[in-house]
């Protein structure tokens, strides 16, 4: 998430145009709830999944956290929860699956 973040801030910084996110027949945004909460952050997060679900696009979104833990960390702090909700909305338009179990990365679990 953070360098698709990092490439949209560049194309909008130097005029260039942006990655078509409708373009790939599956797009999967790694990690939600990382990138810390701001209006670009969210208007992103917001708009993507709601564009790529009404044209009938595959979005695949993990996160660390139960959907509406990331639907309030995307949302700024001076949005309300109306706010928090539409992302959240968003976010479980589709399926949702937890999958729990013990993290093997770097030894851990």
């Not at 009404?54 to 706010?83: C, E, F, H, M, W």
């Amino acid at each position: 998430m953070a360098a698709l973040y990092t490439r949209l801030r560049e194309c909008v910084a130097h005029d260039l145009p942006k990655p078509n996110l409708l373009a790939p027949s599956v797009l999967i945004l790694d990690d939600l709830g990382k990138v810390k909460a701001s209006e670009f952050v969210y208007e992103t997060l917001y708009g993507c999944p709601e564009m790529r679900w009404s044209n009938a696009k595959t979005t695949i979104l993990t996160a660390n956290y139960k959907p509406s833990v990331v639907a309030d960390r995307l949302t700024p702090a001076g949005l309300d929860q109306q706010a928090s909700d539409a992302i959240l909305s968003s976010l479980v338009a589709g399926h949702v699956t937890e999958i729990i179990g013990e993290d093997r990365r770097e030894g851990r679990g």
